[in-house]
């Protein structure tokens, strides 16, 4: 029986070291582009219906952050729209990851891919509202569109929401997250999100870093810039991505900026402020502390009481854009982190955590940021 494994597709990442025994397959992930990080895995197994398979990833002690593997568990799907969790086991250097395939094709990856068609077909869909707007910002290294949305009118007096997602590619959750949102927000049924249509006009970014998605990175675009250490000097050839929407932002201006990530290590959904910039105040804190009081509120999905360490006071680094943005523009300025594993106080075993539940927790931040703004 010869089994074999494929990753010569959008978003695919594995390098195949064997594969001639279902119970010893080794596999290795390949480096983002400029080498500096890896974690980030995505691979078709075929030809092993009712095979118990053991898949070794070799270099899993050597990932950017190794202890995103502990009390972790792979995913699996088999038509790549229904993803679950597979028994999974981590020594600190070998990812082990073991499943009986009940499918002839089945496909192993790090979380629930977001592909490249999704992505076009979610602008495509967004389209069919009379109330999108969609500019592409910018050509990517790759060639690919950089797409901003605008949702709503930017009228005198209405707030400007800004919304950006997937700085880092392998942080798929933070698009399955825009799609929940995006969805709520064009619900003409919705009270919430109109309200918030009359309040605000929001800019909407779902995915900074296409490049980096398709290649198969985890954190790095074409030329192996991290977007999210490029704001304070960004470069229009190595990081248009972000050189072009700051451009962008300083058009438009910026009253609430919110940046969506996944985390791989912390078991939860926190948010992380700006508390280390120069000009952190009481006042600043009082808003952060209302809307994650507020979101907390909403979904026991989301908490507060573990997240990073706060930054102490002046020692923020400019180069991520949650402390750009706070200074800059003297906003209320958020990083969202989800997991890569599963809720730890809200757990669901079988799928983790999931692109529905990022879903459901976009529809959760768009009511928290409709109540802070009306506050």
């Given at each position: 029986?010869?089994?074999?494994?494929?990753?010569?597709?959008?978003?695919?990442?594995?390098?195949?070291?064997?594969?001639?025994?279902?119970?010893?397959?080794?596999?290795?992930?390949?480096?983002?582009?400029?080498?500096?990080?890896?974690?980030?895995?995505?691979?078709?197994?075929?030809?092993?219906?009712?095979?118990?398979?053991?898949?070794?990833?070799?270099?899993?002690?050597?990932?950017?952050?190794?202890?995103?593997?502990?009390?972790?568990?792979?995913?699996?799907?088999?038509?790549?729209?229904?993803?679950?969790?597979?028994?999974?086991?981590?020594?600190?250097?070998?990812?082990?990851?073991?499943?009986?395939?009940?499918?002839?094709?089945?496909?192993?990856?790090?979380?629930?891919?977001?592909?490249?068609?999704?992505?076009?077909?979610?602008?495509?869909?967004?389209?069919?509202?009379?109330?999108?707007?969609?500019?592409?910002?910018?050509?990517?290294?790759?060639?690919?569109?950089?797409?901003?949305?605008?949702?709503?009118?930017?009228?005198?007096?209405?707030?400007?929401?800004?919304?950006?997602?997937?700085?880092?590619?392998?942080?798929?959750?933070?698009?399955?997250?825009?799609?929940?949102?995006?969805?709520?927000?064009?619900?003409?049924?919705?009270?919430?999100?109109?309200?918030?249509?009359?309040?605000?006009?929001?800019?909407?970014?779902?995915?900074?870093?296409?490049?980096?998605?398709?290649?198969?990175?985890?954190?790095?675009?074409?030329?192996?810039?991290?977007?999210?250490?490029?704001?304070?000097?960004?470069?229009?050839?190595?990081?248009?991505?972000?050189?072009?929407?700051?451009?962008?932002?300083?058009?438009?201006?910026?009253?609430?900026?919110?940046?969506?990530?996944?985390?791989?290590?912390?078991?939860?959904?926190?948010?992380?402020?700006?508390?280390?910039?120069?000009?952190?105040?009481?006042?600043?804190?009082?808003?952060?502390?209302?809307?994650?009081?507020?979101?907390?509120?909403?979904?026991?999905?989301?908490?507060?009481?573990?997240?990073?360490?706060?930054?102490?006071?002046?020692?923020?680094?400019?180069?991520?854009?949650?402390?750009?943005?706070?200074?800059?523009?003297?906003?209320?300025?958020?990083?969202?982190?989800?997991?890569?594993?599963?809720?730890?106080?809200t757990p669901v075993p079988e799928i983790g955590w999931s692109p529905?539940?990022?879903?459901?927790?976009?529809?959760?931040?768009?009511?928290?940021?409709?109540?802070?703004?009306?506050?």
């Amino acid at each position: 029986m010869t089994i074999r494994i494929h990753d010569h597709f959008d978003g695919g990442n594995i390098e195949v070291v064997k594969a001639d025994s279902a119970d010893d397959i080794r596999l290795k992930i390949r480096p983002d582009a400029g080498d500096e990080h890896m974690q980030w895995f995505f691979f078709q197994l075929c030809d092993a219906r009712d095979v118990d398979c053991t898949m070794v990833i070799e270099n899993a002690g050597k990932v950017s952050y190794p202890d995103g593997f502990e009390n972790y568990q792979a995913v699996v799907s088999s038509d790549l729209e229904n993803w679950f969790r597979t028994d999974t086991d981590f020594d600190g250097k070998l990812l082990v990851i073991r499943h009986r395939p009940e499918s002839d094709v089945v496909y192993v990856a790090y979380f629930a891919p977001y592909s490249l068609r999704e992505h076009q077909q979610l602008i495509a869909s967004s389209l069919e509202h009379s109330r999108v707007r969609a500019e592409t910002l910018c050509t990517t290294p790759d060639g690919h569109a950089h797409t901003l949305l605008t949702i709503g009118e930017p009228e005198t007096g209405r707030k400007k929401v800004w919304i950006i997602a997937r700085q880092h590619p392998g942080e798929t959750m933070a698009e399955w997250w825009v799609e929940g949102f995006l969805g709520r927000l064009l619900d003409p049924e919705d009270a919430v999100a109109r309200e918030l249509l009359e309040q605000a006009v929001v800019y909407l970014v779902p995915n900074m870093c296409i490049d980096g998605g398709v290649r198969g990175h985890l954190r790095t675009n074409a030329h192996g810039r991290n977007l999210n250490r490029e704001w304070a000097k960004p470069c229009p050839e190595k990081s248009p991505e972000v050189y072009y929407t700051r451009q962008k932002m300083q058009e438009t201006g910026v009253d609430f900026a919110f940046d969506v990530h996944g985390d791989e290590g912390l078991p939860y959904n926190f948010i992380a402020g700006a508390e280390g910039t120069p000009s952190w105040n009481d006042h600043k804190q009082r808003q952060l502390d209302d809307f994650k009081a507020l979101l907390a509120g909403i979904t026991p999905d989301f908490q507060t009481a573990h997240g990073y360490e706060v930054d102490a006071p002046g020692s923020a680094d400019m180069k991520k854009n949650t402390d750009y943005m706070a200074e800059t523009f003297d906003c209320l300025a958020m990083t969202l982190e989800m997991p890569f594993k599963d809720t730890a106080d809200t757990p669901v075993p079988e799928i983790g955590w999931s692109p529905g539940r990022c879903r459901d927790l976009g529809r959760a931040c768009l009511e928290a940021m409709y109540r802070w703004l009306a506050h």
